[in-house]
């Protein structure tokens, strides 16, 4: 009886069973440090892990900004995922904006600026350490556009219910002023994450009008005779030519090179033309030839000067490339240098034509983005000094200037004129599809200044998809001019 | 809410005084609890809504109530109690009702915290009443048989009421859901210590030796194996592994604290294994928690989302060390059971490994409190149920801590004061009023042989 009460001594076994209590509980904490700690980042990382998602969209998403004034929004569902994308205008400005959804991802400046936008850019959130302490993240910053909102209404009316697309460029800076394409869709419909949102998505990823496809960047399109400011351009600049109104020495028909295939013109009078009128009345045969006498390098450094053949051109979202292909045979040349083969071009390359010219042969890189700022407004990224390269003599420029606004004081594209403001413009009719079936592509290349000013304000692309099947009635002067000319008179009118 | 203050420790008396009453201890400890507990509803209010909640001072005042009553019964009935299992309780229940009071934002149509605090009140009471009732804990001793017919029943009980999400732990009266299983551990704890007291020295000294180990004849061991069989057996039929498991560490623990046996500890080893192995070949719902345990992600990578452990993981990792901060995590993704058996993982989420160290060390100094007071104490019952309490505490923490944490395989059971869960949080309070009510007999008779 050695211990209180009798029996065996207890107080060993108590402390033993009392360091096995004490173990039991230092192993949760260490396996908590393994969870806590080691393992945190894979499992914060691992996309079955919603908590990502969450704190994306726990506070209201930064706005984009045009003619100073938001064209986006955030609303407070109270849901889980807290914030969701409104839009002002969205069909207006969607191929601008994109879509912010909470289902399918962003797009288009929504992509680009989505840092900015949602608040994770280390230049919005501050200083990395104290936020990986804190974890909270603060309001996106907002992103503002170059756009000028008259022009982008004046375009997106313009086109109406037509297939098409309008880019609008300022020629001495290279900001965009309109970026439009129809038809359109609410960037809203997708914001959310409900059934509504798919059952939207499925909708306009089927519709054979294909709304959410972005015609103004992402769609090349055969630029017909409005191609024909880049073969002017070359010839210039080669001096094949060197008097406008000197009589060329083109046949009409015009036998393509190597073939017995017969270029014709829709109009008379286009035999020996000069290049003045050539230009004026669009004459085809004129040009085809031109380009073969300037020939595949002459006429590919040129193309390349305005921006054909880049695949990198960013707005900052990617913008297709426009094509001029350089392995041509002389007969392939001739048609590629009146837009045709495969010369393709987006609306916005088109721009970049026309701005070029108007801006005395200096073609300043487009942007749409004039800066992003922190959520008081305080700037992030300013404007910074833009590559521009100069595309053609500046005395080439001056002329094709003197060419395009004949076309609009007398030739094809009268329908354009300003009162008041001097206007230059190129038409152009791309045919396209097996034996020129397909509709033909109506298309509008201009720019405007006003009258006192040094240069013009602007430099607008039009292209109409579905003109008129009737080629006698339509044209680029008949269906595109119109909306070039409200497009420029809106930028004009500021 | 993750800092608590160190916790005093008590000094060393001298050799033949009588150990401080501690009283003024208590209360400064007690005053502490009840701040941290309010600091962290506010800090609830004004991440969620940038206002201090308009409940606050309410909260604080029933807390600070309830815990000056039960600290005022101690004061008249258990003058020379420990002073530091009361304060710890009372932090515990305060953070388990902010957490709870937490979750209950994001589920605003099933709000459980004043349901929770109807049951602490009810927990405090019982704490009260054990304290001025029980003179002496040695009075137990003689109800040991009582105690042990009222748990099986208790444990049988829920087998007439219909299962709830696979479990049938639940009865179900008047709109109140109790779980009598909590109440059985506290009386089973009772029985084992009187039984193991009266018959140690039985069950370590006669039998016959097989292979260097002991056993004891069947007439001692027939009894006490019979009825953790039936225990163990009514909980395999109610399904409710987490206390089948509680149970037989408790019966192992005690057994090998009473007769010194070894011997009893490898074959509690094997039973276990092989009582686990059986059940998990019959039960595939046991079978399916020990998947989930060895491959968390399953659920991920099949397509079908994550599960509820995979979800808890998710949470404690997002926590990291400093936490979110309360209000600010998501743990709610968990989804069911997130304020009772996950209690931990919100805990984890918003206050971070520190906070989660620090509640973990809570619950150890509660169970080196009560195995402080069984080494100090003279005679085996007090002894025995003291540390089969502090046991109790300790594996019922590691079963469910260690369950939603991936240690372990996952077993629904609540964790101590903190989860949502009446009948929890009442025998918790019991428990706490039996530890009291025994270090009140170990330092109130200290003769300075053992430090109480």
């Known amino acids: 009886m050695s211990e209180y009460g009798g029996g065996r001594p207890m107080a060993p076994y108590i402390r033993r069973a009392r360091v096995f209590c004490a173990l039991l509980l230092a192993a949760l904490l260490v396996n908590a440090a393994r969870v806590q700690v080691v393992r945190a980042g894979a499992y914060d990382d691992n996309p079955a892990n919603r908590r990502a998602v969450i704190a994306r969209y726990a506070v209201p998403r930064g706005n984009i900004l045009v003619g100073g004034r938001p064209v986006t929004g955030s609303v407070d569902t109270g849901e889980q995922l807290r914030y969701e994308r409104t839009y002002r205008d969205g069909p207006l400005y969607a191929p601008v904006t994109g879509f912010a959804s909470q289902l399918y991802g962003t797009t288009l400046l929504e992509h680009t600026h989505d840092g900015v936008l ?3 850019d280390p230049l919005i959130s501050g200083f990395a350490l104290w936020h990986d302490v804190r974890r909270d993240g603060g309001p996106g910053g907002d992103v503002v556009t170059t756009l000028d909102p008259a022009a982008q209404r004046a375009a997106f009316q313009g086109l109406g219910g037509r297939r098409g697309a309008v880019a609008a460029v300022e020629p001495a800076t290279g900001r965009v002023l309109a970026l439009v394409s129809t038809p359109s869709y609410d960037p809203a419909e997708l914001s959310g994450n409900s059934e509504a949102v798919s059952s939207a998505w499925a909708r306009l990823n089927h519709d054979p009008e294909q709304p959410m496809l972005n ?44 073939t017995t295939t017969r270029l014709t013109n829709e109009g008379d009078g286009c035999r020996d033309a000069s290049v003045r009128d050539a230009f004026e009345w669009s004459c085809n045969t004129v040009f085809a030839k031109l380009g073969v006498d300037v020939g595949v390098p002459q006429m590919t450094a040129t193309a390349e000067a305005f921006g054909f053949n880049d695949p990198g051109v960013r707005m900052p979202f990617p913008v297709a490339k426009s094509t001029f292909d350089t392995s041509v045979d002389r007969a392939q040349l001739a048609l590629s240098s009146i837009g045709q083969y495969n010369t393709r071009a987006t609306p916005l390359q088109m721009a970049m034509v026309a701005a070029a010219v108007a801006n005395g042969g200096r073609l300043r890189t487009p942007y749409l983005v004039e800066r992003t700022t922190r959520p008081d407004g305080q700037a992030l990224n300013g404007t910074s000094v833009r590559p521009d390269r100069q595309v053609m003599r500046a005395a080439t420029a001056a002329r094709l200037k003197e060419l395009m606004a004949g076309v609009v004081q007398e030739g094809t594209g009268t329908n354009a004129a300003i009162p008041g403001a001097l206007v230059g413009g190129k038409t152009g009719t791309a045919q396209h599809g097996v034996g020129n079936s397909g509709v033909p592509y109506a298309w509008f290349v201009s720019w405007a200044q006003a009258a006192g000013a040094e240069v013009p304000a602007v430099a607008v692309a039009v292209v109409v998809e579905d003109a008129s099947a009737d080629r006698g009635e339509i044209s680029g002067g008949g269906d595109a001019a119109p909306i070039a000319r409200e497009v420029m008179r809106a930028v004009l009118a500021r | 809410m993750s800092k608590v203050g160190p916790a005093p420790v008590a000094a060393p008396p001298a050799v033949g005084a009588r150990v401080g009453r501690r009283r003024g201890v208590e209360l400064a ?271 991920i990578d099949a397509g079908r989302g994550p599960n509820q452990l995979a979800q808890s993981l998710f949470a404690f990792a997002a926590g990291g060390v400093t936490g979110t901060g309360l209000g600010l995590g998501h743990s709610v993704l968990i989804g069911f059971a997130v304020k009772s058996d996950f209690v931990l993982a919100t805990a984890g989420e918003e206050l971070g490994l520190a906070g989660l160290a ?75 009023a039996l530890l009291i009510r025994v270090s009140d007999s170990a330092r109130g008779q200290y003769d300075g042989r053992e430090a109480p």
Not at chain 2, 221 to 230: D, E, H, K, Q, S
Request: proline share 6%.
């Open chain 1, 215 to 258: 015609r103004a960047v992402r769609q090349t399109y055969p630029p017909g005779s409005t191609f024909k400011v880049v073969t002017a351009a070359a010839a210039l600049d080669a001096g094949v030519v060197t008097n406008l109104d000197a009589r060329t020495r083109s046949p009409d028909p015009y036998r393509l090179p190597g």
């Open chain 2, 358 to 432: 620090a509640i973990v060390l809570l619950y150890g100094v509660l169970v080196e409190r009560g195995y402080r007071a069984g080494l100090a104490l003279r005679e085996p019952f007090g002894r025995l149920l003291a540390v089969g309490l502090a046991s109790l505490l300790a594996l019922q923490v590691f079963v469910i801590a260690g369950g939603v944490t991936g240690l372990i395989p996952l077993t629904g059971m609540a964790m101590p004061f903190l989860a949502q869960g009446g009948s929890s949080v009442v025998t918790n309070w019991a428990i706490v």
């Open chain 1, 118 to 120: 949602s608040g994770t």
């Open chain 2, 29 to 299: 400890l007690i005053v502490l609890a009840v701040l941290l507990s309010v600091y962290g509803y506010c800090a609830v209010g004004l991440a969620r809504t940038g206002s201090v909640p308009p409940g606050a001072a309410g909260y604080g005042a029933g807390l600070g109530v309830l815990a000056l009553c039960a600290h005022v019964a101690v004061r008249i009935r258990a003058p020379y109690a420990d002073p530091l299992p009361l304060p710890i309780a009372v932090l515990l229940n305060g953070l388990g009702l902010v957490l709870i009071y937490r979750l209950d934002l994001e589920t605003p149509h099933d709000r459980a915290a004043p349901a929770q605090l109807v049951w602490s009140t009810l927990g405090v009471a019982l704490f009260i009443a054990v304290v001025l009732v029980l003179r002496d804990h040695r009075v137990l001793q003689r109800y040991s048989y009582v105690c042990v017919v009222a748990a099986l029943a208790l444990l049988a009980l829920p087998i007439l009421f219909p299962a709830v999400n696979g479990a049938r732990i639940w009865v179900r009266i008047a709109g109140f859901s109790i779980q009598p299983g909590e109440f059985a551990k506290v009386l089973l704890a009772v029985f084992f210590a009187a039984y193991l007291a009266a018959n140690r020295n039985a069950l370590a000294y006669t039998g016959r030796r097989l292979w260097r180990m002991q056993f004891p004849t069947g007439r001692v061991l027939g009894p006490i194996v019979a009825i953790w069989l039936l225990s163990v057996g009514v909980l395999v039929l109610e399904r409710d592994l987490g206390t089948s498991l509680l149970f037989f560490g408790l019966f192992v623990v005690l057994l090998y604290v009473a007769t010194g046996r070894t011997g009893w500890i490898a074959v509690g080893v094997l039973l276990a294994v092989g009582g686990a192995y059986a059940v998990g070949q019959v039960e595939p719902h046991v079978a399916g928690r020990i998947d989930d345990w060895l491959r968390p992600f399953a659920t």
